[in-house]
């Protein structure tokens, strides 16, 4: 049995490469409202570009999509995690503005 090492399959090493990102990602936007760096538009602005990352970051290294070669299941993962993201998204603003004009009456 000969191994092949041209497989790009999971491997210890990309799994703790996607953990150090993922970390990395997710402390930038808790030290930035912590310590109130950048003004409020900022700062939401860099969290919403932080999360984008997250998202790819999750989808590459720990999902192992590639978009090199994207057959169909690949296609339908990435489709599957942007139609979530929009609802969660979209949900999430649509319940906070509901609650915000709810509070000014």
Do not use: C
């Amino acid at each position: 049995m000969e191994a092949n090492s041209s497989h790009d399959g999971p491997s210890l090493g990309r799994y703790l490469t996607g953990f150090v990102l993922a970390a990395i990602l997710t402390v930038i936007p808790f030290g930035l409202v912590a310590t109130e760096t950048l003004t409020r538009d900022t700062t939401l602005i860099v969290i919403a570009i932080a999360a984008l990352l997250q998202v790819l970051v999750h989808l590459r290294y720990f999902l192992d999509l590639n978009l090199k070669t994207t057959p169909r299941e690949n296609v339908l993962a990435i489709a599957f995690a942007a139609v979530l993201i929009f609802i969660m998204v979209g949900g999430s603003l649509w319940i906070m503005l509901d609650l915000n004009n709810r509070m000014a009456i």
